[in-house]
């Protein structure tokens, strides 16, 4: 494949489905794999007119550009200085910058989560990620909260399988969560 060339987003999910396929549980592999099919998507101006559109968890602008009942690439828009409340997911979860820049935090949980209503996190990176840069989470560190820092960030999410149906949403400062669907859950 000529790196020069547009990916399609077919190409491209072929791509990551290969990379899943090879690498298993080795998440620094799937990091390096995933960086050239990704690249070339990200490369594509495009892109937010190829999406359909999808109800979003935290954010309003929200597209799959793939589906396929297992794996997902999400495209969606992430506001500016709003930011998305430190979340869990179950699996591992990756965080592409398509447009703008983002604040990006990832928690390491120290407590052994058998207190309900309760939760203990410890900051374990956070940096600022620019347009093309890439972060991926998982178990047993898949807890991250993000902020858009442009007025037009968007990012795009790879996510293969199902999310845990007891999503927790955390208020680190508090020392407390929350389970999605909960009443005031963010
Ligand atoms: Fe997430």
Known sequence: MSANRPITIRDCAEAVIGAIGRCGDDMDRLRQEFKAPMARLLARPDLLTLGVPRE???VAFSQYLYYDSQMSILLYQVPRDK???PHDHGIWETVFV??????HTVYERLDDGTRPGFADLKVIDDRILEQGDM???APPRDIHSFTGLTDETFGITVVNGAYRPDRHYYRPEEKTYLIKGQRNAR
């Open 56 to 58: 979003g968890n935290n």
């Open 83 to 85: 930011p998305i409340p």
């Open 98 to 103: 398509y447009r703008g820049r983002l604040k």
């Open 135 to 137: 972060a991926l989470v």
